[in-house]
Structure formats: structure tokens, C-alpha cells
């Protein structure tokens, strides 16, 4: 057990750094939050096109455009995988005696802690906004832990993905193909009362939603959420665990 | 199979295979492999592109599971355990395994956390490799600024950290200049003399296999040609042959296939990485 947090610790610190190298890639990534909220969100707000009780529209949009950052960054994840495949980086990792589901861990912590990074700029296009924020240490750090979890969860996906379709191209087409149908059969940018019964069944299996319904009472004053936060942490946990298991399953694949 | 059950691997053996084979489909990349390497040889594995030298490193390093047959690599069964395997084994891939965007220290801070290397012993193996790869100068800069041949010495380096019993190395000098090329041979022989390391490369290089290899073993299609020391298939094939002749003869109608769109894709991104 030790060993396996010191593999995987080791993978994310690696990978951390490379983050840290490349401050321009979170710079681009804060371009879309922006876009939504300053744009799409002051003007839903002032058509009140979409009832969302005593909250504001830009409040109520504001955890699910955090979410959407996190799913858009995350679900790319596998481009780098593919890109460690074409070179060799991957089959050095493999011939190591580390834990496969160590590897891929660490691969996803690394993740989890870029997904704070871009929770931190999402804050601060909010508080421009003077979007209504929750800055009590509780919600706080509720709000870090969902989107540790969920940036998690999104890039492992995004792995296991690499691991099916190999390469970049076919990646991409994959990558697109899947992210805006996971955004808007969430509850991001209305509420579930608001879909019809079919998508509301589609929303209940997108882990994106849990999400979102987490981030909705921690990030903002008057938010509410759904869902019981052991509920939303639960399934969030499973879905994670879940994921792990086939990731570290079929990353070996992609040395063949 | 039958005689692999009831022998098993040679004991003194570093690398041991019994009729192993890999399909890829209908298509036979290594057909019916037989291998015996002592350890402490430098042993070297030829063959024109598409051979089979690659698939057969992979299985041996556990990478790919072989479709028949057995591998025996450092005493353990490749199949039957494959983690008891990478304990003993390190391996330098044919395409780049070190990573651009880290700097030297930390590609070998990274294979030392995971070959399970801690804490003071860590510490020494990294200044060690350092020091071994002559990359203590250049240790904080990113290996994407590095020459092919610091690339590939840095690479062994990280291979070598946890003293395996038995290197893998696939086609390690590609690339390199002759100086390059020189000083990765003498690295490799003063594993060999000072760890006792077991060394298989692939090369195509008929330089590089007569100096550096106590034998070789030739691959066509998939299947062993011939076998034995550089000397001994230079005579069997006439009196003043050098090993191209050995190769031609053993390989000739390969010559002009040349491999095929993967082949000439595994190799040229290996050229590419350097340039
Ligand atoms: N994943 C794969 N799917 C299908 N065929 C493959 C695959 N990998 C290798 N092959 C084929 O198997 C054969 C052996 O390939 P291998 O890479 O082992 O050759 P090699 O001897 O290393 O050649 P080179 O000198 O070019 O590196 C080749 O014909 C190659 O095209
Ligand atoms: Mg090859």
C-alpha cells in the first residue's frame, strides 16, 4: 500500500512539473470560462430566460462553468498519453515493477491538481463578475476536494480512451464527440427540475452532474444542491475506483 | 512446449526462450524462437527490418504477451512473473523513453521512485548515473535540449539505476555520431565488466555487433538463421568474410523488402527524435 502512493506520487510530481512548465496551456484554458460567464451568463441573466428560484442566473451558472472548465481540460489528458506512446516514455514506465494502477493514479492526481489550478482562475473571473462566492474554509475546501475528484475522474476517462482508440487523430474526433453531449446532459447550465424526463435520466448516470451539484451549494451563497453531499461523494468515488481499475487494465495495451 | 514444462529454463541462463512466437493476426513477426544467452554476454540480435528484433525484446521485457511458447529472463518465467522479471530487467525502447519536457535529474529521480528505489540509496544511484552518463553539467537543464548521444546515454543511465541483471537495448546507437556511438559502447562494456550485467542489443550495425558482442544471433522473418560468435559465422560463411557478408547470406532476399510502412515508421521516429 505504501509503495503503490509512492509510485503513484512519484508519476504526479513528474507530471506537475511538466504543468508547471507550461503556464501558457492555463492561461488558453481560462479563455472559455471567461467567454461563458462574462458573455452567455450576463445575458441569461438579464433575459431571465431561465427560472433558477432566488439565485441569479450568473450564480447559478457560475459551479457549472468551473465543472465545464474541469471536464473540457481533463477529457484532453489522453492526447498527452497518446503523445508518451508514440515516443518510448510509456514503455519505460511499463517495464518498471510499479503498480500499473499506481502509474495511472499518479497520472490522475496530477490531473486533480491542475483541475485546482483552473478553480482558482474559474474563482477569479467569478469575483470580476461579482459573482455571490462562499469563502467559509468548509465549502472551500468542499469545493477543492469535488474538483480534485471529478478533474480525477475526467482524465482517467480521457486515458482510457487513449488506450482504445491509440491515436491522435481518432483521439480528437473521439475527444469532441463526447464532451459537449457530457456538458449539456448535466446540470450545468439549467436546472434538473428544467429537462425533459429522458435527459434527466441520461444526467443521472454523468458523473459530471454530481459535479456540478456539489460545486452549486460550496461555491456559491444561496446555492443548493440536489443531492446529499455523501450521495454525490459516493457515487463521484465509485465512478473514480470504477475507472482505475480499467485504466490500469488497459494502459499496458498501449505498449504493444 | 512439452520439453519446456518438463526442463524448464536453463539455470545459469540470463535469457532463455523455447519456441516462443508471436502472430500478429495471420501475419508470424517471430516464429518458433529458440535462445540461449549465458549471463554476462553482450549478446547482439541482427536482422533486417521487420525481423522480429523488436517484438521479440517486448516479450522478453513482458510488454507484449508472446502467442506461443516460453521466455525465461534473470530465472523467471516472462509470463508467470512478469514483476519479478522487471525487478531484474532495464530497458532503452528503440523510439526516445526519456521524457523532453523533465530535466535529467528528474527522468532519473523518476525511474529510481519507480523501480523502487528509496531514500539514501536513491540518492546515490542518481548521483552515480549522473556522474557514469557524464551528465552532471546538464543535469538541471530539459533533456528536450539535449544531443542524441547525451539523449542516449542519459537513457541508459535511467535503465541501469537498480543494477538489473540483464539490460535490454534496441537499436541504442541509431543516430549517433561515431564519437557518440563510441562512448555508448564503452558505458555498455563497463556495465558489463563492473555490475556483471547481462546485455542484449539490436543493431544494424555490422561495426557495432563485432565489437561489442560475444555473439549474435541472426533473425529473418521471424525465425533464428543462425547463431554463434562473430568470428565463427564469419569463417562459416568463407575465408575473409566480414559480418555484412554474414549478413547478406543469412538475410540476402530480405535485402530488398526492406520492411514495410511500420518498419520504416518505428525507425525513422527514432531518427526524427534526434534531429
Ligand atoms: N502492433 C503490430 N501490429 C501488426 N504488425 C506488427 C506490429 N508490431 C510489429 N509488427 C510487424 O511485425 C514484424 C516485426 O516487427 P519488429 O518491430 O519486431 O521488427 P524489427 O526487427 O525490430 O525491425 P526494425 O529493424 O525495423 O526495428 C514487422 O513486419 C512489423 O510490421
Ligand atoms: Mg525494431
New interface residues.
Partial sequence: MF?WL??SA??A??EV??LM??PTELFSRAVQPVLWLAVFGQVFSQVRGIPTGKLDYLDFMAPGILAQSILFSAIFYGIAIIW?R????I????????SRGA?VLGKAMAAGLRGLVQAVVVYLVAVALQVDIRWEPLPMLTMAAGVFLGSCIFSTFSLIIACIVKTRERFMGIGQLLTMPLFFASNALYPLELMPGWLRVIAAFNPLTYLVDVLRSAMIVGGESAYSMPTSFGIMLLVFAGLLGLAARLY?GL?? | MLTADLAGPPKDAAIATIALSKRYGHFQAVDSLDLNVARGRIFGLLGPNGAGKSTTI?IL????DASSGSAWVAGFDVAEAP?EV??R???V???????G??TAL?NL???A????L?GAVRAARVSEALAFSGLEAAAGK?VRTYSGGMIRRL?IA??TLHYPEVLFLDEPTLGLDPVARRTVWERLLQLRQTKGMTILITTHDMEEADVLCDELALLHQGRLAVTGKPDELKAQVGAHATLDDVFAHFSGAALDHGGNYHDVRESR?TIH?LG
Avoid at chain 1, 508514440?86 to 516514455?89: A, E, M
Avoid at chain 2, 521485457?61 to 507484449?64: G, I, P
Avoid at chain 2, 525502447?93 to 521524457?99: F, I, K, M, V
Avoid at chain 2, 521512485?113 to 523502487?116: F, M
Fill in positions: 509503495a509512492y509510485e512519484a508519476v510530481d513528474a512539473r511538466k512548465r507550461d508518451e508514440d515516443l518510448g516514455i514503455h519505460k514506465l511499463l517495464v518498471t515493477p510499479a502509474l499496458p505498449a504493444r | 517486448k521485457t513482458t510488454l507484449l514483476v522487471r525487478r530487467i532495464g530497458y525502447p528503440q523510439l526516445l523513453s526519456a521524457d519536457a523533465l528528474e529521480k523518476l525511474s521512485r519507480l523501480q523502487g528509496r530539459l537513457e535511467q535503465a521516429g527524435r
